[in-house]
């Protein structure tokens, strides 16, 4: 029996044979095109799954005050938090909203979003809402500024659990040369459209589903685990000028608002060494002040600020 097979369908096939062929010599690479998928794993019949969203915004600029968001993608998907193991995405969204002013140019450039596109558009508010019902964490790849924009648009961001797949997974640690997405799933094999919302979210999901190279865990249970630590920010008050070249090699970044180094340390072992490094190299075992702002989940990569105290060394 003759099967009949349409010529682009052969073609197709010859190919992924070349392709194949190729990632078997070690002078070459072969990225394929990210083929958004619904459904990664099946579940157990009765598995107990959490609920996660993968999001990412298009905005008109960079200051969360100013600009607006004029595009919002989300992904909700259900996940196991013991083992990070991804199942399936159960909602998609993706809305554009106008912001009521041009969107400037050196935006456009970047998101090809022009002010035809969201002319008279609003994202729905109520879908939003209906979305983020009993969700147990958001992931945005650069959290720090996604976070601070959506919920100036929508307060209800400001009781979810945050979490960042910058900060939150050490890359370096894993081997990685940088933490910038496209180059991160580019060496997983795929590529992709960037700078669409709903593109980098599906984007963002698949490298969340892989498995790191040093820790041989999936890239979500990385991240997952650092919400079950407690962060603290430090800041170094009045440490003497002379040490800012040591306060910023450690990873101490400079805020000119409160003339102040700080820095965030993870856990309480962390945060005790760092104390202690502080007295030592940056007080001269001297008495001093610092202080100590709690970050959870709901706090961190947001403008609020956390609770502050403040501590003798």
């Known amino acids: 029996m003759t099967q009949n097979i349409e010529p682009l369908a052969i073609e197709t096939l010859g190919i992924e044979q070349m392709a194949q062929q190729l990632e078997q010599h070690p002078d070459y690479r072969v990225l394929r095109r990210l083929v958004p998928r619904q459904v990664f794993n099946t579940p157990a019949p009765g598995q107990q799954l959490r609920k996660g969203v993968v999001l990412d915004t298009e ?107 910058i900060k939150d997974i050490d890359w370096r640690e894993e081997g990685f040369g940088s933490a910038k997405l496209e180059y991160l799933l580019s060496t997983q094999g795929f590529f992709y459209e960037a700078h669409r919302a709903e593109t980098d979210c599906w984007a963002l999901l698949e490298l969340l589903n892989q498995v790191l190279p040093q820790s041989q865990q999936t890239a979500l249970l990385a991240l997952l685990e650092t919400l079950n630590q407690a962060q603290q920010k430090v800041y170094a008050l009045g440490s003497p000028f002379e040490t800012k070249d040591m306060l910023k090699a450690r990873g101490y970044r400079w805020s000119a608002e409160l003339r102040c ?39 961190r990569y947001s403008t609020r600020e956390g609770h502050k105290e403040v501590v003798t060394l």
């Open 261 to 299: 180094w700080s820095r965030v340390v993870s856990g309480e072992k962390e945060l005790k060494e760092e104390l202690a490094w502080l007295k030592n190299r940056v007080y001269g075992e001297r008495s001093a002040r610092v202080e100590v702002e709690s970050l959870g989940g709901k706090v």
């Open 59 to 165: 905005t008109t600029g960079f200051d969360a005050v100013n600009d607006r968001v004029i595009e919002l993608g989300m992904l909700v998907f259900e996940f196991d938090p013991v083992t990070g193991v991804i199942y399936r995405v159960t909602d998609v969204f993706d809305e554009l909203e106008d912001p009521g002013f041009e969107i400037p140019p050196v935006s456009i450039a970047v998101h090809h979003i022009t002010d035809a596109m969201v002319q008279g558009r609003r994202i729905d508010d109520a879908r939003v809402a209906e979305l983020m019902k009993n969700v147990d964490v958001v992931i945005a790849h650069n959290a720090a500024f996604d976070r601070p924009f959506v919920e100036t648009r929508w307060p209800l961001f400001q009781q979810l659990n945050w979490a960042c797949s």
